[in-house]
């Protein structure tokens, strides 16, 4: 082979248009892998049904177990195990445990409290023929509760017993009732005051008292009537006590609140 030979060949490429090129990127653009997903934080919930879901999980779980052991006897981590969720989510949408037990008692309080105020005011406005009476307020009063806790589901059951609990707490239990549920007996009160207009306010507010005790050792449903009757009752049975506790509470109210006639036997 001569010199030339030895020369070294160039090969030229065929001018072709640029958006050829353009076109090879993207081509190999659509090829690369997708970008890595960050991983949540734990805790940190998903914006979706699931997160609402996985809320009243922990609402539901922390319900039943304040029911039977208390607030002091339950542990955030005992309420993420029985809902299946990380102790991390409950501090997310809760906080600590007292945010927690104040989230169960306020979800089925607002319940409470709107189907109360709104059957006291149905009853107000259309009384019947014999008018506004003591145990038309009280039954008005009543009602709702009884309603939930026979067509509620079973977990009112737990809920009633976590009101008898705050409402026995002599540490913190009647700031967490006041709070709770201060607008609906203030309601239930200025509706009495109105029909017993001679009454006095500290003997309206005694009558009440001793009202919510009766109210909340019926709906607790803590089987004491069962035994003390050997079976004759029932505590469960919220028709009987429905049927009874109106007129008995009413009964109560007209003893203390409404003036003895002169000369009447005490």
């Not at 009243?56 to 304040?66: G, Q, S, T, W, Y």
């Not at 307020?137 to 509620?152: E, K, Q």
């Not at 203030?186 to 306010?201: E, K, N, S, W």
Request: charge should be positive; include cysteine; aromatic fraction near 8%.
């Amino acid at each position: 082979m001569g010199a030339t030979d030895t020369t070294a060949q160039v090969m030229i490429l065929p001018q072709g248009p640029v958006e050829a090129v353009n076109d090879m990127d993207v081509s190999v653009g659509r090829l690369r892998a997708p970008r890595a997903t960050r991983k949540r934080k734990p805790g940190r919930p998903q914006k979706s049904a699931r997160a609402a879901d996985a809320r009243e999980a922990i609402l539901d779980a922390a319900e039943n177990l304040f029911a039977h052991h208390g607030l002091d006897a339950v542990s955030v981590r005992d309420v993420s195990r029985k809902a299946h969720v990380d102790t991390a989510l409950v501090h997310y949408y809760f906080e600590t445990k007292r945010g927690l037990f104040d989230a169960v008692f306020a979800r089925r309080a607002e319940i409470l409290n709107r189907k109360r105020i709104a059957a006291i005011d149905a009853y107000q406005a259309n009384p019947g023929p014999g008018g506004v009476t003591i145990e038309g307020l009280i039954d008005a009063f009543l009602h709702p509760l009884f309603d939930v806790s026979v067509n509620g589901g079973p977990r009112w059951k737990d809920y009633f017993a976590i009101i008898a609990q705050v409402n026995n707490n002599p540490d913190w239990g009647g700031e967490t009732m006041a709070r709770f549920f201060d607008p609906v007996i203030r309601h239930l009160i200025a509706a009495l005051r109105r029909t017993l207009p001679q009454a006095r306010d500290e003997d309206l507010f005694w009558s009440y008292h001793f009202l919510s005790g009766a109210l909340t050792l019926t709906f607790a449903q803590t089987g004491r009537i069962d035994r003390l009757s050997n079976g004759l009752c029932k505590s469960s049975d919220f028709e009987a006590a429905s049927a009874r506790l109106s007129r008995y509470i009413a009964a109560g109210f007209r003893a203390v609140c409404v003036p003895a006639r002169k000369g009447a036997k005490p």
